[in-house]
């Protein structure tokens, strides 16, 4: 091998606000395809198969330390997370070896072979390494295995098997990360797929989800294209499959070389724009074709770098990767090994400038659920100002007690229970067709419900009376969704590719000779259609208080905001979902908790195969996708807790599932049901779930 000093170079590299290659080494064998390492200071890479070469990146003589105790070439290394001591362990056919670095040096300094700690043998091919946050076990994955090797107790022959599946034998696990704030495990395999797995006790490492990372790359561009954001470094260079080159058909893989901690809470907010540092529980991920800024909260691609973008790289296709971020510069070292050749490059990347470059502006800011602004003149809103100023504050109001649970059917019906689920239902007939939405008014005195029929009924609660009726001549298309708004002011409601703002009036008066004479009556206001006039799949907001907020979702799987007070859309979210949304939950509170007022600009999405997303109207950004539940083939509802701290939903399996904000894996699987389940619906008052199922089933749950 030739003299450490002769065979690095330094390159002034390009664009340097965002990537430098700092040092290049060349290597007699390729390292592709083998696990690189790095620490704080130090890049570690096998030279000649067997030894184990660690540099430091803060010597400026690039000294090199050689360590030697493997017989089979070296395919996996990785460093501790500690400081003092520093370990690496290095892994190839025969042997996974621990070494403490400081003692290796001192017995260099010494003129001895330093020596490590044998932890496992004959494990197989090990891909991938990882050690945990406080260095005590040491992750293997070996084929599409995984063992958990403890560093004080530990088993030569087997290790201890966590997690084995046929469905991986085809794609080995490349890499492997331990994220110790949300306590979950990720690994990236060779197809390009990411499965998350949860660490938390009682878990069984069970399953959170599984990412296509080529699908989410794409996913990543569309939005930018579609808000109408430059890439970096040009508009051009997008991850698009379609404009590859013949000779570049490895890019559609895109294989997980390499999986690390990305820090962006070190990053000013103002750096990172809309991606705040609350929910900044990123991972890198190093591919043949680029690095990735990864969310674990949302499952979302938030930047990303192509090698062919930065033509002064000397390594544009990728076999080996490794990362590690430094908090004293707040810039991250790459390692990266040719996928062709024996080159090695050493890469700084500034992430600040990275996802600056990438992420969109706050569009969303001036927006809020809780209305900010007084109703204008001109304002669609401005019919209900006399109810406003008339009608108490939303604190002081009746509102949902939680004693009746209303419910829309599939045979034409309505039907009203008790809270318990007890006593005969209250039976509400006259629709012609399946009952699609069922709302109570805020003052719990009328019901509303829409079919499919085409028409809209309100009743009154109390003697199951129809009090108002809108028959199918008003509606273009069936109901979809309907409600009301601004604390019973209005009636909102969606047919079609357009959701329409009625006025209503409701005669209480009973005339015993003319009853069948209807003097209730209602009133257009306005009518939005959605942009590119889709039809809408969902239509939800808030009438417990004032918002001036509509969210609707259409069939391009889009969801899109309008502002009544301007009486026009305010925002387009691109690529929502995979598929397109059938329900949008609000955070609307209950008057028995109490809830920071921004808390009420969080929302939640759900779409067939696509799990459950939450939203921040203030930043139009997904914050965080669950996915534990399956529904592949049914629409299955979804509901917001009262206190904002839970999200439940139905699903395939016969189960509900109870999510916590915090926590992308779930923390109730509820049992017990016949069929697959529905609808949910938390009381307001009380700590009670009510399910629904496909066979016509409701059950009750409470909290323990």
Known sequence: MENPQDIFSSNGGCLIDIVIEKYLVESKESVSHVQLACSMQDCAFPLD??????????????????????????????????????????????????????????????????????????????????????????????????????????????????????????????????????????????????????????????????????????????????????????????????????????????????????????????????????????????????????????????AALYYKDFQSLSILLAGSCALRNRTADRKALCLLASLFGGKIAVLEINPAALVRAQQCHSVGQSLSVPASFCVLPTSPLYLGIAKEKSTKAASQQRCGDGQWLACGLANHLSLVFDASLTGTPAVFSGHDGAVNAVCWSQDRRWLLSAAQDGTLRVWSARGAELALLLGKDMFSKPIQSAQFYYIDAFILLSSGPEFQLLKYHIDTCKDEIKRYKQKSKSKLICRLSMTGAVDMTSLSAVNDFYSHIVLTAGRNRTVEVFDLNAGCSAAVIAEAHSRPVHQICQNKGSSFTTQQPQAYNLFLTTAIGDGMRLWDLRTLRCERHFEGHPTRGYPCGIAFSPCGRFAACGAEDRHAYVYEMGSSTYSHRLAGHTDTVTGVAFNPSAPQLATATLDGKLQLFLAE
């Open 49 to 302: 198969g067997t030894e184990l070469c660690i540099w430091n990146t803060e010597d400026p003589s690039h000294q090199l330390l050689i360590l030697r105790g493997h017989h089979q070439p070296i395919t996996a290394m990785a460093f501790g997370n500690k400081v003092n001591p520093l370990l690496i362990c290095s892994a190839s056919l025969d042997y996974v070896i621990m070494w403490n670095l400081e003692e290796c040096r001192e017995k260099v300094l010494q003129g001895l072979v330093p020596r490590g700690t044998v932890m496992g043998s004959l494990l197989g091919k090990v891909l991938c390494l990882q050690l945990s946050p406080d260095d005590h076990v040491v992750a293997v994955c070996a084929g599409n295995k995984i063992f958990m090797l403890d560093i004080e107790v530990w088993d030569h022959c087997t290790g201890s098997l966590i997690y084995s599946s046929s469905v991986l034998s085809a794609y080995p696990l490349l890499s492997l990360f331990i994220d110790a704030e949300s306590r979950q495990l990720v690994t990236g395999c060779a197809d390009g797929q990411l499965w998350i797995f949860s660490l938390m006790d009682g878990h069984h490492y069970r399953r959170v989800a599984r990412v296509d990372l080529r699908k989410k790359t794409e996913t990543f561009s569309t939005r930018r294209v579609k808000s109408g954001l430059c890439s970096q470094p040009e508009e051009s260079h997008l991850p698009s499959t379609s404009a590859l080159g013949k000779g570049e058909q490895v890019e559609v893989t895109f294989p997980v070389l390499r999986l690390a901690p990305c820090d962006l809470s070190l990053i000013p907010n103002s750096a990172c724009g809309c991606l705040s540092s609350e929910n900044t529980q990123c991972v890198w991920i190093g591919s043949s074709v680029g690095l990735f800024v990864f969310n674990l909260a949302n499952l979302e691609v938030e």
